[in-house]
């Protein structure tokens, strides 16, 4: 088909230009990754250990979800003006719900029998936590990791619209061109990079899942 | 049947004539050539061991499940001959996971059929009022409920009232009362008892539970693998089982079993006497355990024998108990017996 | 934070909401019936199920931007062409819960259903579609907040909308104007949720739920 010739085309003559603009999405979007988890998953740690209130703040922090990505995006640009900074926050902020939901949820179905029988056994509480409770809970943290790395690597793809070059740049172009072969160039590779970064993740979660369950 | 009092016939006779039923890629007939006249009115249980096909000979019969061969008639009428859902709307249809409606009331889920019949307002609401009355929910307590506002034993008698709304001639019943506890069971038991010798309709129950047949049952139909190995009285069942396979599955050797199966009724051979009044009393539908146990507790050797107006009837003796238990031959006549309640 | 093209152009942001709006309810009213009768399709005919239900798991991955790219080829730019991109799109969310929702459905319910004389219609009408209804109720909520969602994004490619307000203030370099479009489709789906969260109080099952509780 020649539109695949001509995409194929598009990626062999640009080879260099797509190369960056591949590795700053995904740079970015893995910093944002790495962030996200340092922030919410300790978080979600913390609200599944309080009594009370804990589901509220998850609740609370939940319903970013609602707000439209290319709205939060565009959000911290007043702040920051164009460029890295708002798109890292951004996209951190963006991964919030789907880690808070899982590490709250994660660490509320582990079985309080089996955290009393660890203590029962002179386990210490941070013997507890770290090496029962947080295993327990790391296959549906590592899910929750698994969904943020979707959003993250589908919404860098807006960071193009504050100036960082991922590779929205050439849906952004392809628009502006009314060109057939930078659209699906662009369009490709981003859904390439979603598929793969689930994939992955999806893989690390089959990995730490316990044997039974 | 007997204990009908007199009322114009409410239930519809059902035929069976080789009856087959092979599942697609099955390697045998879930049912296998079946052939039964059921008498209008009657009770029938349906008995066997899981996977015997009492539920696809069931549901083959309001064409849940439709035969490969051979033909069903009720009253006379072959059920391909009229539209699935007219031949449904005149069946009663029970089943063991209740299948109520959750999102409506019970009054809604119990007015569906008549609603469905395009029966005028209130006349259905009278009619549910009479149905909830009937199963034992007063209505002003359980009609504006939701399902899962009611314990099992509630639902199923909601399931029970929804199944009888327009006067259905035939009732399919699948374990009705397979989920519920014992206590509870035994009383719907004896309700669905009640409820049918007011109404008289052809009812087709299916259990696996040998007590709740003898107690229910006018006859059994015994299948196994599809066929049906005996069809006969519930005495005469476990008093003289055609095989080995009924036997067992009824415990027939077993003499507390068969203790527990036989009615007072059909062992008492005692004429009444003139001591009959100054006796302890037992219930001719109680079964001789109950007797026996009456019998330890009071020191008596005999029991007056009363029916169910409390009228004595006969005498039952220990020597009576034994004969009956002791006996393994179709001695306990079924033609006497039938007749005798 | 800088709100003055909020304070001084309300009444074109206004405006822009329910441009934003109208054109997001339009989408959804296409794009409903559709997913019903899709959805209804893939449930009753078996040998449809498994293609419908995995080609709508495959586009759930595709970000919204990507799918976009896909479509401008086809369909162009315009208002147009952005309601068939909102409808196609939502059909993702639609169908997954319509089928998700029909298949939830308790089959001893449905067969006692059948039992009592309902024809398959009356089926559907009553039991069926109410019991199914919570599922479906909230898929239309997640499809609605995705189309407002990519309605933003849709502003680029000339469909109006508040995303037209954020893009315009980008070109100007105008933080106020971004500001402005931010708040408003945010408030605009904060609200949505809301008006759908309370209409999943009134379905039947919902009813009966709280009827119970
Ligand atoms: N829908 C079906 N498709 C294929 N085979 C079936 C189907 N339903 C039942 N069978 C098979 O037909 C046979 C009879 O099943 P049926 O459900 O009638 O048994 P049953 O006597 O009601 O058992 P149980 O007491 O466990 O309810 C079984 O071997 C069963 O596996
Ligand atoms: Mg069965």
Redesign the interface.
Known sequence: MD?IESVLEFYRERSDQVLELTWNHVELSLLALGFATLIFVPLGVIFSRMTRGGSGWVGAIA?IR??????LV??F??VF??GYEPALVALTVLAGPPLILNTYAGMRQVDASILEAARGVGMNPAQVFFKVHLPLALPVIVAGMRSAS?EI???A??AS??GVKTL?QY??T??SL?D?TY??A???L??AL??GA?AILGAVERLVRPPVA | MSDRNGETAAGSAIRLDHVVKRYPGAERAAVDDVTLAVEPGEFIVLLGPSGCGKTTLLKMINRIHEPTGGSIHIDDIEIHDLPASALRRRIGYVIQQTGLFPHIRVEDNVATVPSLLKWDKSRIRRRVRELLELVGLPPDQYARRYPMQLSGGEQQRVGLARALAAEPTTMLMDEPFGALDAITRTRLQSELRRIHRQLGQTILFVTHDIDEAVRLADRIVVLREGRVVQFASPLEIVTAPADSFVADLVGADDVLRRMSLIPVASAAQGGLTGRSSDLEEISGSAFLRDAIGQMVETGADRLAVVDEDGRPVSELSLDDIHDAVGEHEPAADPTVSAGDQ | MDLRYLRENTDVIWEKTLEHLSLSLTALAIALPLALVLGILATRVRWLTTPVVSLVGVLYTIPSFAFMAFLIPTFGIGRQPALIILVTYAQVFLVRNVVAGLQSVDVSTLEAARGLGMNEFQLFRRVWLPLASPVIVAGIRTAFLAIIAIATLTGYINAGGLGEVMFAGINRAYPSQVLAGVIAVTALALAMDLVMRVLEQFTPVARARRAAS
């Open positions: 539109t319903s609602v707000i439209p990505s290319l709205a565009f959000l640009y007043p003006g164009f979707v690597f589908a919404s793809t807006l619209f504050i929205g849906i952004i392809g628009i009314l057939t659209l699906l662009g369009g490709l981003i859904v979603v598929l689930e």
